[in-house]
C-alpha cells in the first residue's frame, strides 16, 4: 500500500530549541494533516493543508505542502515541555475519500 | 466542536470472551467512522471504515468476523472483538468525520484492551 515515509524517527532537544520534521512520499497527495499523540491518548489534529505551496500556522507550529505534493514538514518554534509527544503526518491520495495513509511518526522529547 | 468519545478507555478480559468498545461524537453527526489499531511504538493501523447504516469495509487481513462492527446511528459505532485472544491485545482508536467539504477525521482518546 501506499507509505509515508517521516523523519526523524525520534528526537531529543533542549527545551526553547526549534524543531523541524518532515514526510515524504512517491505519490501524489491532496491533503497533509499533522497530529499529535499524546501517550494514552487519541490523536489531535494540528494543522491541515489542501494546496500545494500552502504554509499553514498554528501557533508555534507552522507546515507547509510541498509544491510537488510529495511532502510536508512541521516547524515547531522555541519547544516547550508540552510539546513532548508523537507527531504523526497523514496524508489522503484521492481528493475527497476519506481514508488516510499515516507516517511512522516522529516521538520529540524535551530536556528542560 | 468535534469531540469523539470512546467507552471503556480500559478493559482487561479473560482469552475467549467477547469485548465491545463504543465510539461516539459528541457534538457532531459523524458521516464516517473508522476503526484503527496501534502496536507500542508504531504508527496507526487502519482496520474498518464504516458508514451509518451500511455494512463495514474492512482493511485486507482484517477479518471480519472476528472484529464486529456496528454503526447503528450517526454518532455511535461499536467494535466488539470476539472471542478474544492475548494477541488481540492492542490500543483501538476510532475517529468520526462529519462530511462537507472539510471532512476531517477527528479522533477519540483509544481503548487500550488486554487479554489475559
Known amino acids: 500500500g501506499q507509505q509515508l515515509n517521516q523523519s526523524p524517527q525520534s528526537m531529543f532537544i533542549q527545551e526553547g530549541e526549534d524543531v523541524s520534521m518532515n514526510c515524504t512520499s512517491s505519490?501524489?497527495?491532496?491533503?497533509w494533516l499533522w497530529y499529535k499523540q499524546d501517550p494514552g491518548e487519541g490523536p489531535v489534529l494540528l494543522i491541515a493543508?489542501?494546496?500545494?505551496?500552502e504554509l499553514t500556522s498554528n501557533g508555534r507550529l507552522t507546515a507547509q505542502f510541498g509544491i510537488t505534493r510529495k511532502d510536508s514538514f512541521l516547524n515547531i518554534s522555541a519547544s516547550i515541555p508540552s510539546d513532548v509527544g508523537i507527531y504523526f503526518c497523514?496524508?489522503?491520495?484521492?481528493?475527497?475519500?476519506?481514508?488516510?495513509?499515516f507516517g511512522q511518526g516522529t516521538r520529540l522529547t524535551i530536556n528542560p | 466542536g468535534a469531540v469523539v468519545s470512546q467507552h471503556p478507555s480500559r478493559v482487561i478480559c479473560k482469552s475467549g470472551t467477547s469485548v465491545k468498545i463504543e465510539c461516539r461524537s459528541l457534538?457532531?453527526?459523524?458521516?464516517?467512522m473508522f476503526w484503527y489499531r496501534q502496536f507500542p511504538k508504531q504508527s496507526l493501523m487502519l482496520m474498518a471504515t464504516?458508514?451509518?447504516?451500511?455494512?463495514?469495509?474492512?482493511e485486507q487481513g482484517v477479518e471480519k468476523d472476528k472484529f464486529l462492527i456496528n454503526h447503528a446511528s450517526l454518532t455511535l459505532s461499536t467494535l466488539t472483538v470476539t472471542s478474544a485472544h492475548p494477541e488481540d491485545s492492542s490500543f483501538y482508536i476510532c475517529?468520526?468525520?462529519?462530511?462537507?467539504?472539510?471532512?476531517?477525521?477527528?479522533f477519540g482518546p483509544g481503548t487500550r484492551l488486554t487479554v489475559l
Open positions: 464504516s458508514n451509518e447504516g451500511s455494512k463495514a469495509t474492512y
Open positions: 505519490s501524489i497527495f491532496n491533503t
Open positions: 497523514a496524508g489522503r491520495i484521492i481528493q475527497g475519500a476519506q481514508k488516510l495513509v
Open positions: 457534538d457532531f453527526q459523524a458521516t464516517t
Open positions: 475517529s468520526a468525520s462529519r462530511g462537507g467539504a472539510i471532512n476531517e477525521q477527528f
Open positions: 493543508l489542501y494546496k500545494a505551496g
